[in-house]
């Protein structure tokens, strides 16, 4: 049977990732951009299942619809976790990729490859329109490259390296991307925690 699930963004990106790994389980996927009176949910939370749980919340009691909502980003050792939750306006409210890695590149730009070590990190949450509420968590490590490579991906993805791939997150098909990435593994994880969930709609 055909379920809807509500996607809690306007990130195109976000979108085209969590359509391809939902389908299989039966989910047609909506986001905001098919509900255009909705506006984004301000991310105050200080963690991202914190944010996540935010954007899933509004987005849930707004359209009735079993609801995911997801909080992501970029943590860098050499830069103590930073840019964490603030990882889509590192450089400014206007969420600019290229001025975000611009403004990583700069504040690693003494620091040597082997302690450029990264984590991306995200927290998926999910609430459903009785109010039950789930989170579940993926990550992955790489090291931060020391220029962009590959159009493929958003955000951070032509700097995050893999070492064991020896290609960025922009390089990767998306087939692949999807399987190791972060926010795969926690759709994965997601998906598992929605086909016990008995919504209709």
């Known amino acids: 049977m055909n379920k809807k699930l509500m996607l809690a963004t306007h990130n ?9 790994l939902a389908a299989p389980g039966g989910f047609t996927v909506l986001s905001l951009v098919d509900f255009p009176e909705l506006s984004a949910v301000e991310e105050t939370g200080e963690t991202f299942a914190a944010n996540a749980l935010l954007k899933a919340r509004a987005a849930c009691r707004a359209t009735g619809l079993l ?12 830069l103590g976790g930073l840019p964490g939750v603030h990882s889509a306006r ?27 070590t990264a984590r991306f990190r995200c927290v998926m949450a ?6 039950d509420e789930y989170t579940v968590e993926g990550t ?3 090291l931060i490259a020391e220029r962009p490579r590959g159009a493929g991906g958003f955000g951070y993805d032509p700097l995050f390296y893999l070492p064991a791939s020896g290609m960025t997150m922009a390089e990767l098909p998306l087939a692949e991307k999807n399987r190791i990435s972060h926010r795969g593994q926690a759709l994965r994880r997601a998906l598992d925690v ?8």
Do not use: H
Not at 12 to 20: D, F, P, Q, S, V
Not at 126 to 131: D, E, F, K, L, R
Not at 194 to 201: D, P
């Open 194 to 201: 929605l086909r016990t969930i008995s919504v209709t709609v």
């Open 126 to 131: 999910i609430v459903t329109p009785a109010g």
């Open 12 to 20: 195109a990106g976000k979108l085209r990732e969590i359509t391809e």
């Open 140 to 142: 992955v490590e790489g």
């Open 90 to 116: 590192f450089a400014g409210e206007d969420q600019c990729d290229r001025r975000n890695n611009d403004k990583l590149l700069a504040a690693l730009r003494s620091v040597p490859t082997a302690e450029r």
């Open 67 to 78: 609801t995911l909502g997801d909080d992501s980003g970029l943590e860098v050792a050499a």
